[in-house]
């Protein structure tokens, strides 16, 4: 037989308590009783701006913080789990939006070359090859006035690096997988966190 049992973890200032993991109380073949934590209010809850923009990250103890303060709204939930207060039940949230616009200051990224490679999938962009080591070349060579701009840096494998040496793309007959651009920090978020969840996946525009 399978029950929840709540670990409780409280918050003073609010007078308000969540259970800090979800867990079943199951019995193994011998009748020993075991107890599997599957949730936890460490899980990450993608944060959405008003304007549905993924902005942040956060656990799902701030992610209910921000919903019992009516700061926020769920938008996707983890399926039919729930969290347990002393006297309630909420959804367990995998998406919140935020109920006011949060003015979030422009996110300056880097020009290097751990983030071109970032930006470029770690995969050379004239051949696609995906194996190290991978280089940063300049589509215009420095020594023709190329510059060190988004623009003008793409990954590229050693072997497509030195057939194109001190030409253009155009000179070399070597054409570009994709127009090189300066990233949006979504890009970053999305390798920041890794695995995606399903549930995350349209709001980052992965879908």
């Given at each position: ?21 979800l ?37 799902t ?27 309630e ?48 070349d ?16 793409t ?53």
């Open positions: 037989m399978h029950s929840k049992i709540p670990f409780v973890s409280y918050f003073p200032s609010r007078r308000i308590a969540f259970s800090t993991t867990a079943q109380i199951r019995h193994d073949s011998a009748g020993r009783q075991e107890t599997a934590v599957y949730l936890s209010l460490n899980s990450k809850v993608l944060i959405l701006n008003q304007s549905y923009e993924p902005i942040s990250v956060c656990s103890k701030k992610a209910l913080l921000l919903l019992f303060l009516t700061k926020a709204e769920i938008v996707e939930g983890r399926g039919a789990n729930v969290v347990r207060t002393v006297r039940c909420y959804p367990f949230p995998s998406v919140i939006r935020l109920s006011a616009y949060l003015r979030v200051p422009f996110r300056k990224i880097e020009l290097s070359r751990k983030n071109i490679l970032r930006r470029d999938g770690f995969r050379c962009q004239y051949c696609g090859a995906n194996q190290s080591p991978l280089t940063v300049h589509i215009i060579p420095r020594s023709r006035g190329g510059n060190d701009t988004w623009e003008n840096l990954c590229a494998c050693v072997k497509c690096n030195n057939k194109k040496g001190n030409r253009t793309p155009d000179e070399a007959s070597m054409r570009l997988t994709g127009v090189p651009k300066k990233p949006h920090h979504v890009l970053f978020l999305k390798h920041y966190l890794g695995k995606v969840e399903e549930t995350w996946r349209p709001y980052l525009f992965m879908d």
